[in-house]
């Protein structure tokens, strides 16, 4: 089982975005989209995730998934609490105690317990990222999509919340895509690396790490030649 | 504490003087016109109300006024609500439907009684009229309402496959709640106005505008003032209870 687009192409007017563009995701993997702002990164994030159509091509195998979507904004309903905010997206729970437990357990893991009352406008902005992620988290998609999850989050919650996602995909294998162009994250956290360029957006270098996730963090050693390989394309 | 009764009574205090003021300027006009015909004086006024209060066709006449108020509001608060969500989803129906409230809001008030005077029946003239003249600004107002929903909360919800229901309930209803509650204020303000409007001009039983017609009739100017700071206490009084019951809404949403 993988997603797979086979010569997607989208535009807007003119503007080629992507152009006969090939890719393959499996739940092996956590993929990462690394690439300059502009390339057509995000266009390729929400074009798996069906938010938008492509104009030509086919993409296979996502009809009966569903997505936890990280955007790059936070999208948090202003008038709904936090605890709110997470409990919309899980309506169609039929367990309502279950659908609290699932809102407690990620909003632990986001540390957000104590904030679970406040309203977004009374959060700082890497907060409001947190709950997007805890959302994200509490969906339990069969795709995690993130749209550059990690911005604006200092160093240590950043990597807390990297930890949260390797452990949350080893333990539920779901697809897992994430969008960033920091290098750092990039290499903390995927398996196969996409350096993309554009637009039209093209795959410039694919940077595969078969590097544990524990040994990444015990010896930060080991990812120097994946660095080095990522640097190179400067 | 001590602080806040304080700041209380400034407040009442202020208000009192406020009204003091202009029912000053008004007795001022009155001893400069000099005649109870054309400016009764505030006593006299308050003689013809005290009048009519002790009257038991008093409570009769308002509740009847109150009611047909109370219906006209409400077919076009459900009306302009449902169709205003309708034409603010689709933007075929809001292009079909825009027309018709352009030419509502231009027409003169004047104009729909009379061609209702036709139609209906004389109690339900000021029914029809307090209808056709709200309607459309609850229906603009929602349609606004809508359109100030953010797409992307819209997007989001889709992805995360909340049900329809639900984003009627979570973001439609909270993005159009200050729009409609707007709405409701100024369709209070001109609900009361146009359906007097209408019964002076359609005479039913049991109606202020019924009495307003005969004060003007026999030249009796206090009952005439008195019966408008009747109308002028309702419709406050109806603004004030929809303003504290949205309050409350807001705090229980």
């Not at chain 1, 690394?34 to 993409?59: E, W």
């Not at chain 2, 000099?34 to 409570?59: E, H, M, N, T």
């Not at chain 2, 204020?185 to 001109?190: D, R």
Request: glycine content about 4%.
């Amino acid at each position: 089982m993988s997603i797979q687009l086979q010569d997607v192409c989208k535009a807007y007017g003119d503007f080629k975005v992507l152009d006969h563009f090939n890719l393959t995701i499996d739940r092996k993997r956590i993929h990462c989209l690394f690439g300059p702002s502009g390339c057509g990164k995000s266009t390729l994030l929400t074009l798996i995730a069906g938010i938008s159509a492509p104009d030509l091509g086919t993409i296979k195998g996502t009809d009966v998934l569903k997505f936890s979507y990280v955007f790059q904004e936070e999208r948090l309903l202003p008038w709904r609490t936090v605890k709110e905010n997470i409990q919309f997206v899980l309506q169609s729970h039929k367990d309502k105690h279950s659908a609290h437990t699932q809102v407690q357990r990620v909003l632990e893991l986001v540390e957000l317990t104590q904030f679970q009352n406040h309203y977004p406008n009374e959060l700082s902005g890497g907060m409001k990222q947190r709950v997007s992620l805890a959302r994200a988290f509490a969906y339990a998609g069969d795709v995690l999509a993130m749209d550059e999850p990690f911005k604006g989050l200092h160093f240590d919650l950043k990597r807390d919340l990297m930890d949260a996602i390797v452990a949350y995909w080893q333990n539920y294998s779901p697809y897992t895509i994430f969008i960033t162009h920091d290098v750092e994250e990039a290499l903390y956290i995927a398996d196969d690396i996409y350096m993309l360029e554009g637009p039209p957006l093209q795959i410039k270098k694919q940077v595969y790490i078969p590097v544990p996730h524990d040994v990444r963090k015990r010896d930060p050693d080991s990812l120097l030649p994946y660095r080095a390989a990522l640097l190179a394309r400067k | 504490m001590k602080d806040f009764i304080i700041k209380d009574k400034t407040v009442i205090f202020k208000k009192i003087a406020i009204a003091l003021f202009w029912i000053g300027i008004w007795q001022m006009a009155y001893w400069i016109i000099g005649r109870d015909i054309y400016v009764p004086s505030p006593f006299s006024v308050s003689v013809a109300l005290y009048k009519l209060v002790q009257a038991p066709s008093f409570w009769k006449t308002v509740f009847f006024s109150i009611y047909r108020v109370a219906v006209g509001l409400l077919l076009s608060i459900v009306l302009g609500v449902i169709f205003g969500i309708v034409a603010g989803l689709h933007s075929l129906f809001y292009e079909v439907m825009r027309p018709m409230m352009s030419a509502i809001k231009s027409t003169p008030v004047i104009s729909f009684i009379i061609i209702a005077l036709l139609w209906f029946s004389s109690t339900n003239v000021p029914i029809f009229i307090c209808f056709l003249l709200c309607f459309p600004i609850v229906w603009t107002n929602i349609v606004a309402g809508i359109h100030t929903v953010d797409p992307k909360l819209l997007e989001m919800a889709k992805i995360y496959r909340v049900e329809p229901l639900a984003i009627l309930r979570h973001i439609y209803l909270p993005s159009i709640m200050p729009y409609f509650s707007a709405a409701v204020l100024t369709a209070f303000g001109l609900g009361w106005k146009v359906s007097v409007t209408a019964e002076v001009l359609s005479h039913p039983k049991n109606a202020i505008g019924s009495n307003l017609h005969s004060a003007k009739a026999y030249l009796d100017t206090p009952a005439l003032f008195a019966w408008t700071l009747v109308v002028i206490v309702l419709s406050i009084l109806f603004e004030s209870f929809f303003a504290i019951w949205i309050k409350g809404k807001r705090r229980d949403a």
